[in-house]
């Protein structure tokens, strides 16, 4: 299976034809597809590394998602949600309007004005994407942070952006316990009086200590006007930061804008999902992650989609967990992760089987490269041969896609394993070290060498390191990090984090690459790979492997297998040195592979902050092994 012919409607050539002799004023005509209160003067004004996009406009994120569709989407569902303990809420265009305006209101009373900041902890709730829409109404800048995080972490985030509300719960959800968040607030905001207030959901009735800057959300809302003006904003008004979790140093803060990031966004979910009034949306990111701000809170709403929404782990209680709620709601549209798709591999293709996934017709991934051998399975499993796949490639950074397949703007094959094209209006390369285009078929450094609408607008508080992160390794570029390659069809084809490249004896070997050769031998669900000094070679290969379920063979002759394997299709110079196999990987809460864990641990580094780490045990596992590893080497010398 090299390429799949399937799409879902004719090729609008028109567009990229237009993105492609003036991307500029491409963008302007996209942009046409949201409301401005008033119209702009001039499209871009880019004054490298800065952009400025529909100068002079005045827009409302908050007004775009829910003004709009009042007329004739007012009874529509837009939320579907469903609590991982069992409850479940539907919530209308009309009824979210009406809680947004009346938080608005609360958040206006207590002396929130535009370009404040109010940071938001919570759990996978409707109250998150309203609290999120009744700072944009206002113009304040929202500031979420993954539920998942320990008080340091957050404390440093709500200091640099010296929010003056924290919005949290007393408690949510997760694999059948109750975390704490207003437990962890209370740590996080000691001694920091800038905050004022901090308003809390009731969401799992857990015991909770109050102060005199406590309040509850239902009590604020039972009370107070259901009616808010939403206001016009500059199109370059900061709609939200996202912090990106550093591995070293202090977390850097995303700054997105209001009228660019939403051209980006309608014009991406437009082109990738084909979407239509009929669909049910189902994206499994968090909110606390730019997928969750991107295609869950802002895109769905301002397409007037109805999507469901999920609060806990995506095999609690048990693996069928997804199949289960794609049957109950006839959802039609699935974005997950890779990783996740991974680890329901692993359990079989009998679970999913049992479940009536018909109403599917198209199948998304995000968040790394997906395997080859992965994407076959969604395709054929999850899919049953009949759906397309986008595998998008973009980052918390860019806003919104940025490679991908596009089913609702063009029919084109599709290959296992590769994102595909640029989005159009998009200018990207592959590059060696000096910049200069690389052949076909050769791996590189990805760039993009023209700004687009979702870009962020800077990192806060910080134009110099935003400079300095992005912008300095190529002139005029902006580099994402990423390593890649393109080949003779122009599809680009993902390789992993550029600092994930491994050198072995001068050699670079993509961390994913590898990776996605290891899970394509029938016996693999997972596996992640790192590199641990080597006199001889500078850097020896060490990979981790975890099994498919009922996977009985010994695990001699499977290392001898995957050793055989990774000879014939990459070549002798990746054979990893020892091959470890493992119950389970590292992971956030999120789903991702923590591949941060086994590389300090392989350095034997401190590993940093493990808050959002979903199961402790993996490290524990997994930190053995390198302690065998470090007696072998202490016994040789």
């Excluded at 499209?43 to 994120?61: M, Q, S």
């Excluded at 109010?118 to 800048?141: D, F, K, N, Q, V």
């Excluded at 899919?383 to 397949?405: L, N, R, Y």
């Amino acid at each position: 299976m090299s390429e799949i012919n399937i799409g879902l409607g004719n090729t609008d050539t028109e567009t990229r034809r237009d993105a492609e002799s003036d991307f500029v004023t491409f963008w302007g005509k996209q942009a046409k597809n949201l409301f401005w209160f008033s119209t702009w003067e001039k499209i871009l004004d880019w004054n490298p590394p800065f952009a400025k996009w529909f100068v002079g406009g005045t827009i409302n994120a908050s007004y775009n998602t829910l003004d709009i569709h009042q007329q004739d989407k007012a009874d529509k569902p837009a939320i579907l949600w469903e609590g991982e303990n069992g409850e479940s809420r539907i919530l209308t265009y009309k009824e979210m309007w009406i809680k947004v305006q009346k938080f608005t209101n609360i958040l206006k009373s207590l002396g929130v004005k535009k370009g404040d900041r109010i940071t938001i902890y919570l759990p996978m709730i409707p109250e998150l994407p309203i609290s999120m829409l009744a700072c944009a109404r206002i113009g304040a800048i929202h500031t979420v942070i993954f539920s998942g995080f320990s008080a340091t972490s957050i404390r440093d985030r709500i200091d640099d952006s010296k929010s003056k509300i924290v919005i949290t719960a007393d408690g949510g959800y997760r694999r059948g316990n109750v975390i704490k968040l207003k437990e962890v607030i209370d740590e996080a905001i000691k001694d920091l009086d800038f905050v004022q207030n901090v308003i809390v959901v009731e969401r799992a009735k857990n015991k909770i200590n109050l102060s005199s800057k406590d309040m509850f959300w239902n009590e604020l809302m039972n009370d107070v006007s259901d009616t808010c003006v939403a206001e016009k904003l500059d199109s370059s008004h900061p709609l939200y930061i996202l912090y990106t979790s550093g591995t070293t140093g202090k977390p850097k803060g995303v700054l997105h804008g209001t009228g660019g990031y939403l051209t980006h966004l309608y014009s991406t979910f437009k082109w990738a999902f084909d979407i239509r009034d009929s669909d049910v949306f189902f994206c499994t990111a968090d909110i606390g992650w730019v997928t969750g701000h991107s295609y869950v809170v802002y895109d769905p709403l301002l397409h007037g989609a109805t999507q469901v929404m999920y609060e806990g782990a995506p095999d609690f209680p048990d693996a069928s967990r997804m199949w289960e709620i794609i049957q109950k709601y006839h959802v039609t549209i699935f974005y997950t992760t890779p990783t996740t798709l991974r680890m329901f591999m692993k359990f079989g293709d009998s679970l999913p089987n049992s479940f009536d996934l018909s109403t599917l017709r198209l199948l998304g991934s995000v968040g790394e490269p997906i395997n080859p051998e992965v994407w076959k399975w969604y395709f054929k499993v999850i899919g049953k041969e009949k759906c397309p796949i986008i595998d998008t490639w973009w980052q918390t950074e860019t806003g919104g896609m940025m490679i991908s397949a596009l089913p609702g703007l063009e029919t084109i094959p599709l290959k296992p394993g590769s994102g595909t094209r640029p989005i159009p209006g998009l200018d990207v390369s592959v590059v060696d070290e000096s910049g200069n285009d690389v052949p076909e078929n050769t791996k590189g450094f990805l760039v993009i060498k023209n700004p687009w609408p979702g870009m962020l607008l800077t990192l806060w508080g910080d134009d110099k390191k935003y400079r300095d992160v992005y912008w300095s390794k190529y002139k005029n570029c902006y580099y994402p990090g990423d390593y890649a390659l393109k080949d003779a069809d122009g599809y680009f084809w993902l390789l992993g984090r550029a600092d994930d490249v491994l050198k072995v004896s001068g050699h670079r070997i993509g961390t994913a690459e590898l990776e996605s050769c290891i899970v394509s031998h029938s016996d693999v669900a997972e596996s992640a790979v790192c590199g641990v000094s080597d006199e001889i070679k500078g850097e020896a290969i060490i990979a981790f492997v975890v099994l498919k379920q009922n996977v009985i063979k010994d695990h001699i002759i499977l290392e001898k297998e995957l050793l055989i394997k990774i000879r014939n299709d990459i070549g002798a110079i990746a054979t990893p040195k020892q091959i470890y196999f493992v119950t389970k990987l590292p992971k956030t809460r999120s789903g991702k592979i923590m591949r941060r864990l086994l590389k300090a641990m392989s350095s034997n580094e401190t590993i940093g902050d493990v808050s959002t780490l979903e199961d402790g045990t993996a490290v524990s596992e997994i930190q053995s092994v390198f302690d065998e590893i470090q007696k072998s080497i202490q016994k040789s010398n």
